[in-house]
């Protein structure tokens, strides 16, 4: 069981930047795709970015495509995501989620997670 708990969530000026990450536990995340999404109310949830945790490609949905960056600490088995240029559009809560063998392609595909934070909010607002 892989439990995942973000920090990092708050308020931000439009333009501005913020950090939020997800602290994994329960066991390794070799071979596991590490990924954001987020989902406002009576929305879909939507893709934001993805990375595998062996070898460290990405992918990103082309809404925060240069804006938004994610990584990982393969020490602290933690997985970030650093939001610069923020737009209030931005505004929602973030999940960090976790699958298993993901392949680049499958990374916007929130089918293929299988363990999911709690969420953080992120408000983008002056």
């Known amino acids: 069981q892989v439990h995942l708990v973000e920090s990092g969530g708050g308020l931000v000026q439009p333009g501005g930047s913020l950090r939020i990450s997800c602290s994994g536990s329960g066991r390794s995340f070799r071979n596991y795709g590490l990924g954001w999404f987020r989902q406002a109310p009576g929305k879909d949830r939507e893709f934001v970015a993805a990375?595998?945790?062996?070898?460290?490609?990405?992918s990103y949905a082309d809404s925060v495509k240069g804006r938004f960056t994610i990584s990982r600490d393969t020490a602290k088995n933690m997985v970030s995501l650093q939001m610069n240029s923020l737009k209030r559009e931005d505004t929602t809560v973030y999940y960090c989620t976790a699958g298993s063998g993901i392949i680049r392609s499958s990374m916007p595909l929130d089918s293929q997670y299988s363990y999911w934070g709690q969420g953080t909010q992120v408000t983008v607002t002056s």
């Open positions: 990375i595998r945790w062996n070898g460290g490609d990405t």
